[in-house]
C-alpha cells in the first residue's frame, strides 16, 4: 500500500482556479472530499438521493434555497438534504469544501453546460 | 421539514470539553460529521469496513501509524483507511472534525473502557 500522506487544503486551493469545478481530493468509503472555488451565481439545481455539505474554507457562501437565503462563513458548514432545492452564489471567489456521495453530480437533476460529467483529482 | 440552518465548528467546539468524545454534528447519507476534543493517546486500533477522515481544526495531530508518524496541523486532513492500525496523539488540545461511516465505532476492532456505544448530537 503507498504511504499515507496528509493532505493540505491550502495547498489544494493552490493547484486550480477555474470556478464552479470541483477537484477530488479524497476519498472515504464511497464518499468524495472534494475542493472547489465558486464565483458567481450557480443554477438552482437538487440532488434526488445525495445529501451534501459545505464547509467554507474562505470567503462568504450565499445559499440560496426557496425558504430563503443562509450566508456561510469561513469555520461553518451547511447540509443541504437530498431533494432541497439550492442554489450557491458568490459575490466574491468562495473556497468550499464538498463532502457526497461518489455518485453526486454537480448540477444534480439537471445537466446542462455547467455539468461535469468526470471530475479531475488533484 | 425543519429550516436549513448552518453549523459553526467553533460553536460546537465550545460546548464540550471532554477529550475522546466525538459529537455527531451533522449527517450526510448515512456518513457521520463528528466534532471531538483529543488530548493525550488514544489506543492502537483499526476499522474493518470504515475509512476515516480527521480534519484538524485546531492544534497538532500525531497519528502514529506503523509505517511512522504523520503530523497534521489546522488546514489539513488524513484519510486513514479501513485496516490500517493507527493511534492519534495530542500532546496538548486537538480540535478534530471527524467524517466516516455512521457504522463507525470510535475504538475500531476493540472494546474497552474508551469505547462509546452511544454517541451524542449536538
Given at each position: 500500500m503507498a504511504a499515507i500522506e496528509k493532505v493540505s487544503l491550502a495547498e489544494k486551493f493552490s493547484r486550480f482556479s477555474e470556478p464552479w469545478s470541483p477537484k477530488i481530493i479524497g476519498q472515504v468509503n464511497d464518499f468524495h472530499v472534494k475542493a472547489v472555488k465558486l464565483k458567481g451565481e450557480f443554477v438552482w439545481h437538487h440532488h434526488e438521493k445525495e445529501d451534501e455539505l459545505f464547509l467554507v474554507v474562505q470567503g462568504k457562501l450565499r445559499m440560496r434555497l426557496r425558504e430563503g437565503e443562509v450566508t456561510v462563513n469561513p469555520g461553518e458548514f451547511i447540509i443541504i438534504p437530498r431533494g432541497v432545492e439550492h442554489m450557491p452564489v458568490a459575490d466574491e471567489e468562495v473556497q468550499v469544501v464538498l463532502l457526497e456521495?461518489?455518485?453526486?453530480?454537480?448540477?444534480g437533476n439537471l445537466r446542462n453546460e455547467?455539468?461535469?460529467?468526470k471530475l479531475e483529482r488533484l
Open positions: 456521495p461518489a455518485s453526486t453530480l454537480n448540477t455547467r455539468t461535469l460529467e
